[in-house]
């Protein structure tokens, strides 16, 4: 069993950064997948950013690359995701997520995942 706590979420004016972490508990995840994902009220969850296993390398959905930065400190079992430049529409529930044995091609897709964390509410506004 895993589970994942959140921090960081909150009010910020457009053009603000916030950074996000994710911990995580009940095993080493520095070979999982992990996985940032996001969530409008009324909209699909989407993908936000992600490393595939052992990798420091993330891959980002459109709408977030060159803002987004997320990294992976393995001694802490944390990952982060450090949003730059937000602007109204990055508002949303963020929620990390994880699974060791996913492949390549899921990356992008959560129903792939088998841990979610609550998520913290993002609210971009002046």
């Known amino acids: 069993q895993v589970t994942l706590v959140e921090s960081g979420g909150g009010l910020v004016p457009p053009g603000g950064s916030l950074r996000l972490s994710c911990k995580a508990s009940?095993?080493?995840?520095?070979?999982?997948?992990v996985a940032w994902f996001r969530q409008a009220p009324g909209m699909e969850r989407e993908f936000v950013a992600a490393m595939f296993r052992s990798s420091s390398t993330a891959s980002y959905g459109d709408s977030v690359k060159g803002r987004f930065t997320m990294s992976r400190d393995n001694a802490k079992n944390t990952v982060y995701l450090q949003m730059n430049s937000l602007r109204p529409e990055d508002t949303a529930v963020y929620s990390c997520?994880?699974?060791?044995?996913?492949?390549?091609?899921?990356?992008?897709?959560?129903?792939?995942?088998?841990?979610w964390g609550q998520g913290p509410q993002v609210t971009v506004s002046s």
């Open positions: 997520a994880t699974n060791r044995n996913l492949i390549l091609s899921s990356l992008q897709l959560p129903s792939q995942y088998d841990y």
């Open positions: 009940g095993r080493p995840f520095n070979r999982d997948t």
